[in-house]
């Protein structure tokens, strides 16, 4: 050591002794020098006059009081201290200038102590107002899905009805099938209103234009959409064989249903009709509706006037599209293919974003649907659902646009004029493999 001795004294381990009357025991208050270890006589000492809960003399921490020498520069006036946890150096050498620092634990802390804790308040806070969020958003959602179930249900009540169910039916087969069916009824239609679509308020009863059977799989194969030409010559029940849109005219929806049930054998599970006023009016509701045609056509039975390529039609050109036939080379067959094109873009259209989150339109397609179908008195609203997805699918190209396989589009009847004769061994087997809920294998219309 240099300069000044260090002085030391003895930490007091113990109360007192163990027996008061005893004599004191030198060795029990003899001072250590700064430096060195407690002899083993004097641990024994310390030993005898602690009590029980005395620290054991490993731990025995020396205090060491600066002496002068701890004012000197560089001097470290802690050197000496030991760790509770540490043994007593019996064998370190004295100090000296360059021994290592005392440990942190006892160095003279600079800092203002421990940063306080964060309230327990503003956690709280965050929660509060992170639940009021999630609630909020969860109104939004349930109040948003709320509104896009009533639109449909609200409409769907004010449908018109009529009994499409006859009596005589073939048997379930797998999946669902679905009569699609477009009139072209001028009923209800005043004269500036059939003058408007371009059609005459000529009373011809009731004929359709449009007939198709929508298949739905029921293990999640893709949506069939087939087109039965309205001039497809067939047996009907009770009235002989006609073209296929007679029995519309003779029965309605019932002998309909019917006469295409004994045509192709599959049980129709819905029945869903939309006529001149009401197809306008849907395609309307929406904004038009963007269909690319093939070639310029010019009608002039239907109106029809447009050019080649993709545009927006409104409801009148859309409906002379629909039904122009004689300017098409296919005639009939043509015309069909037209109607499923439009009919899939008409369904993509009214499921898209832009008419989900637009509720004026929203709402006006859904009240245009109501006031221009008829739809049987079996036929729920999920089977409607039903044909609006197949339909899209098909838009979309994740489903099958076929017409029933033809064998002579122009044949020449006794009774009904020319007519289109089906392949009747192509059409039973294109209709099993419907009613096994299989994929056609008919090339697509």
């Not at 804790?117 to 948003?144: D, F, Q």
């Not at 009148?316 to 293919?337: I, M």
């Amino acid at each position: 050591m240099t300069g000044h001795d260090d002085q030391a004294r003895p930490i007091p381990v113990g109360s007192g002794r163990s027996d008061p009357s005893a004599p004191p025991d030198p060795l029990a208050t003899q001072r250590i020098p700064a430096g060195e270890s407690p002899t083993a006589a004097t641990q024994a000492a310390w030993s005898r006059t602690a009590p029980a809960r005395a620290v054991p003399p490993t731990t025995v921490l020396p205090v060491i009081e600066p002496g002068p020498a701890a004012q000197l520069p560089g001097h470290d006036p802690y050197a000496g201290w030991y760790a509770a946890t540490e043994p007593a150096p019996h064998a370190q050498a004295p100090y000296a200038a360059s021994a290592p620092a005392p440990p942190a634990a006892y160095r003279p802390s600079t800092s203002r102590g421990p940063a306080a804790p964060e309230s327990p308040v503003r956690p709280r806070r965050r929660r509060r107002v992170l639940r009021r969020t999630l609630l909020v958003l969860l109104a939004l959602l349930l109040g948003a899905g709320g509104y896009l179930v009533y639109v449909p249900w609200s409409a769907w009540q004010r449908v018109e009805r009529v009994d499409a169910s006859p009596t005589q039916r073939p048997s379930v087969g797998k999946g669902k099938n679905y009569l699609l069916v477009g009139s072209d009824s001028r009923e209800g239609l005043t004269a500036a209103e059939a003058a408007a679509l371009g059609a005459d308020t000529e009373n011809v009863g009731k004929r359709t234009d449009t007939i198709m059977l929508v298949h739905v799989s029921e293990n999640g194969g893709k949506p069939v959409v087939v087109s039965l030409p309205r001039d497809s010559y067939v047996a009907i029940p009770g009235n002989g064989t006609n073209k296929i849109n007679a029995a519309f005219a003779f029965g309605g929806a019932k002998l309909l249903t019917q006469t295409v049930e004994l045509a192709t054998g599959l049980r129709v599970d819905g029945y869903l009709e939309i006529g001149f006023a009401g197809f306008a009016g849907v395609v309307d509701s929406l904004g038009g509706v963007q269909i690319c045609v093939q070639r310029a056509m010019k009608d002039a039975f239907s109106g029809l006037d447009v050019q080649a390529g993709c545009q927006t039609m409104t409801g009148k050109t859309a409906l002379a599209y629909v039904r122009a036939r004689h300017s098409d080379p296919k005639g009939d067959l043509g015309r069909a293919e037209r109607q499923r094109q439009f009919l899939a873009a008409v369904t993509k259209q009214a499921a898209s974003l832009d008419t989900i989150i637009n509720p004026p339109r929203y709402t006006g397609f859904a009240d245009a649907a109501a006031k221009g179908i008829i739809v049987g008195s079996t036929t729920s609203l999920a089977d409607a659902v039903a044909v609006l997805r197949a339909l899209r699918a098909v838009g979309n190209g994740e489903g099958v646009s076929v017409q029933v396989p033809v064998e002579n589009p122009a044949y020449q009847t006794k009774n009904a004029g020319v007519a289109v004769k089906w392949n009747d061994a192509q059409a039973k087997a294109m209709f099993a493999q419907l009613r096994a809920d299989q994929p056609v294998s008919v090339p697509a219309g």
